[in-house]
């Protein structure tokens, strides 16, 4: 073999080609740097995407956050209307301060006839004028019981066919201030068509003025929030159908 052959076609000892080698590496070079490329885009699409989730979990929690604070500070704000007269009154029973003060109203002739919801199947008219202290008697022609409502939904189920069955279009709406937007919201679904005028009663032991600074206050509202937000989907889906 001459030297020009030796230049023109150079080779190892052990017979393999530089020129091939050089391919070869030149060949898993280039693979390995779209393989790194390749990973590089991934790691930066995996990223991006974390980043994304992170954004509207993040979105989603200041929101609802953001909606409570509403709905809190709308409960804390509950006021008395100035004028507090409708054809009739319905109390939602769930504790004595509610059905004194709707027994106070029918007594100052705010409405004709009252109807206290959810009261239970064995407390009789009169245990329930000795807990009120109420001046006049419950009677049949002015005060109704209905004894079939356990929860806010049927209270509203049962005084929609009270208010229907008596031809009512206005409504006093007695319950605690943190219970009113749902009961409104309950009592709407149920009587479109009736003027619904909320009456918040205040619990002494409920300090909803700073009820960012009440654990037990806090809770409560969180726990009223949620059933309320509920009720509404509810009665949308019911609405759509």
Not at 176 to 190: D, F, M, Q
Request: a positive charge; zero cysteines; proline letters at 3%.
């Amino acid at each position: 073999m001459t030297h020009a052959d030796t230049v023109l076609d150079p080779v190892l000892d052990d017979g393999s080609s530089v020129v091939g080698d050089r391919r070869v590496s030149v060949s898993k070079d280039k693979g390995t740097a779209r393989r790194n490329a390749t990973s590089g885009e991934a790691r930066k699409k995996r990223f991006g995407l974390r980043i994304l989730f992170v954004a509207v979990i993040t979105a989603l929690v200041a929101g609802t956050v953001g909606q409570f604070a509403m709905f809190a500070q709308k409960v804390a704000n509950a006021r008395v209307p100035a004028s507090a007269n409708a054809d009739a009154i319905v109390v939602l029973t769930g504790g004595h301060a509610r059905v004194n003060e709707a027994i106070r109203l029918l007594e100052e002739g705010r409405a004709n006839r009252l109807l206290i919801s959810g009261v239970h199947p064995g407390t009789t008219r009169e245990q329930l004028a000795a807990v009120t202290a109420s001046s006049m008697p419950l009677e049949k022609n002015s005060v109704d019981l209905d004894r079939v409502a356990l929860n806010t939904a049927g209270n509203a189920v049962e005084t929609a066919n009270w208010v229907k069955k008596n031809g009512f279009s206005s409504l006093l709406v007695v319950t605690s201030a943190y219970h009113l937007p749902r009961a409104k919201v309950e009592l709407a679904g149920a009587l479109p068509n009736v003027a619904l005028i909320a009456y918040p009663v205040f619990s002494k032991d409920l300090k909803l003025d700073s009820w960012y600074r009440e654990p037990a206050t806090m809770r409560l509202l969180m726990r009223e929030y949620v059933k309320y937000i509920l009720a509404r989907l509810r009665i949308t889906v019911q609405g759509v159908r």
